[in-house]
């Protein structure tokens, strides 16, 4: 069964634009809690001609990681479907794939078909989803297939009486 784990972050604010929000946010969110990140879609990056020496550094460390068969599968991944996650976060021992999403935005073809791919390779794919704060999910497991959503986590309310 391809169930992927969506976890709502909520917003408080209002921002000037929208451009990049999900994933500035969320990075700050994962970096907060001491995951290391990197741009998923950044697997050929080693490829190019120049690479500063620090970001050749930080992805020298990711491609460790990782079986060097995979790191090429990633890199076709990159390269040919082009659905990459936006990040690849490492804590401990610990690897995971996040997309990141803004409210009202949805997983393209390409985005489902490189998940179900990453996760029958056996990796941990999450998308984290930003929304209003009126939103009250807050873990949901989805069917990539059937679409089909199951709530693991609700915001309480509290009910007032007056």
């Not at 001609?49 to 076709?76: C, G, H, S, T």
């Not at 009250?136 to 693991?152: C, E, M, Q, S």
Request: proline fraction near 2%.
């Amino acid at each position: 069964m391809n169930t992927i784990r969506f976890i709502y972050i909520p917003i408080t604010r209002a921002y000037k634009s929208n451009r990049g929000l999900s994933e500035r946010l969320i990075k700050n969110k994962l970096e907060k809690e001491k995951w290391e990140v990197w741009r998923g879609g950044a697997f050929n990056i080693l490829k190019q001609d120049e690479v500063y020496p620090n970001v050749q550094w930080k992805y020298m460390r990711l491609f460790a990681m990782f079986p060097k068969e995979d790191i090429l599968y990633f890199q076709y991944l990159c390269h040919v479907h082009h659905g990459m996650p936006d990040f690849v976060c490492a804590r401990e021992e610990q690897i995971k794939f996040v997309e990141c999403k803004l409210g009202h935005e949805q997983l393209s073809t390409r985005q489902r078909t490189c998940i179900k791919l990453l996760k029958h390779r056996g990796y941990e794919v999450e998308v984290h989803k930003l929304v209003n704060d009126c939103t009250r999910t807050r873990i949901a497991y989805i069917d990539l297939d059937t679409g089909k959503k199951v709530i693991k986590e609700q915001q309480a309310y509290l009910r007032l009486r007056w």
